[in-house]
């Protein structure tokens, strides 16, 4: 089974700017995979993917301030983040989308006002 390990998470003020990294221990090219964040007290939710074709989406609050890309030859997905608001305070998780395998530990994410 596919495992993932995340990084990049850090405090940073709002307006700041992070890149979150997910290596994958297998191939991850034909798949869509998906960056997801769990805040305190929410449910865990997807808020970009893409696609096998480099095709990217984003959740509404993300978009146009997070980046989705991978690299297929490093089995790695990446997540730019910028313009950060608190509300973007959360742990980062990446993971497939149509299939979730067993999760990762996460990247901590904490912005402050």
């Known amino acids: 089974q596919v495992h993932f390990v995340e990084s990049g998470g850090d405090l940073v003020q709002t307006g700041g700017s992070l890149r979150l990294s997910c290596v994958a221990s297998?191939?991850?090219?034909?798949?869509?995979m998906g960056w997801y964040r769990r805040a305190p007290g929410k449910e865990r939710e997807l808020v970009a993917w893409?696609?096998?074709?480099?095709?990217?989406n984003y959740e509404y609050s993300v978009k146009g301030r997070f980046t989705i890309s991978k690299d297929n030859t490093k089995n790695t997905v990446y997540l730019e983040m910028n313009s950060l608001k608190p509300e973007d305070t959360a742990v980062y998780f990446c993971?497939?989308?149509?299939?979730?395998?067993?999760w990762g530990q996460g990247t901590q994410v904490t912005v402050s006002s």
């Open positions: 993971n497939f989308v149509y299939l979730n395998v067993a």
């Open positions: 297998g191939t991850i090219s034909s798949n869509t």
């Open positions: 893409i696609q096998s074709g480099g095709t990217t």
